[in-house]
């Protein structure tokens, strides 16, 4: 079995930081490609950064410049920098993972969620 597990929530002033971490665990042969989305209440869940296995990230248009994704492949954890946080910025954020893991028919690999953490910016 395979979990993922977010992190690093929590309630800072506009202006502020806070990094969140995505953390997986289990028979994991590799994780590929690792998505951050949010979703504020009563809004649409929005997809805000990517990363490849390889490293390449890709960001929404909302926090480019102010976000950035990365990955620690030897603690297989993949981790959010958001600075200059914004009240539009409040909402839950999880990752979701395309992990291979092991199993006794061989390596297979499926998407997992994890349970979401909460980012409140407010003063």
């Known amino acids: 079995q395979v979990q993922l597990v977010e992190s690093g929530g929590g309630l800072v002033q506009p202006g502020g930081s806070l990094r969140l971490s995505c953390a997986a665990s289990?028979?994991?042969?590799?994780?590929?490609?690792v998505d951050w989305y949010r979703q504020a209440p009563g809004k649409e869940r929005e997809l805000v950064a990517t990363?490849?296995?390889?490293?390449?990230?890709n960001y929404a248009d909302s926090v480019k410049g102010r976000f950035s994704i990365s990955r620690d492949n030897a603690e297989n954890t993949v981790y959010l920098q958001m600075n200059s946080l914004k009240p539009e910025d409040t909402a839950v954020y999880s990752c979701?993972?395309?992990?291979?893991?092991?199993?006794?028919?061989?390596?297979?690999?499926?998407?997992?969620w994890g349970q979401g953490t909460q980012v409140t910016v407010s003063s």
């Open positions: 289990g028979s994991i042969v590799s994780i590929n490609a």
């Open positions: 979701n993972a395309q992990i291979k893991m092991s199993t006794e028919w061989g390596p297979k690999q499926y998407s997992y």
């Open positions: 990363i490849t296995n390889g490293g390449s990230t």
